[in-house]
């Protein structure tokens, strides 16, 4: 697997965020949840021994991954989607997929690692400040002194 450093091109990233401004944040996590869901169905239609079900977890993962340009993920659910489609042809199941279904589940997680080491002073700043923050405690205010 690659190292972190090689696991997103980070010129796709940040022209990715800021084409989506103050939504990125937002976004990513929706990258994160079709993720785990994609990363699921995958596994899903591995232990069903059904190809067909492979083919649009694994669009759906390479087509995402590019768009934050996270180009390894995206190359390893690609040869998922692409060896799928072809056995489906040959109407076989594609077993040779195993360790990059495996692969691709770790490769999933790192890049989240390096997504999240990205955006978390970008969260930490989108974090409402006073008023209504767990955060700020200011036990006087509303009160009326007493002195």
Not at 86 to 91: L, N
């Amino acid at each position: 697997m690659a190292q972190q450093a090689d696991i997103v091109d980070w010129r796709y990233f940040e022209e990715t965020r800021a084409q989506l401004g103050p939504g990125f944040v937002k976004i990513l996590g929706y990258f994160r949840e079709d993720g785990i869901k994609s990363l699921e169905k995958i596994e899903a239609a591995m232990h069903a021994h059904d190809t067909v079900a492979l083919i649009i977890p694994a669009h759906t993962l390479k087509g995402e991954s590019r768009q934050f340009g996270a180009e390894p993920l995206a190359e390893v659910a690609e040869r998922i989607e692409v060896a799928a489609r072809s056995c489906v042809e040959e109407g076989r199941f594609p077993d040779e997929l195993i360790p990059d279904v495996v692969n691709l589940k770790e490769l999933f997680h790192v890049t989240l690692e390096a997504f999240d080491e990205a955006v978390s002073p970008l969260m930490k700043r989108q974090r409402p400040q006073g008023f209504g923050n767990a955060d700020v405690h200011n036990s006087s205010f509303g009160r009326a002194s007493r002195g």
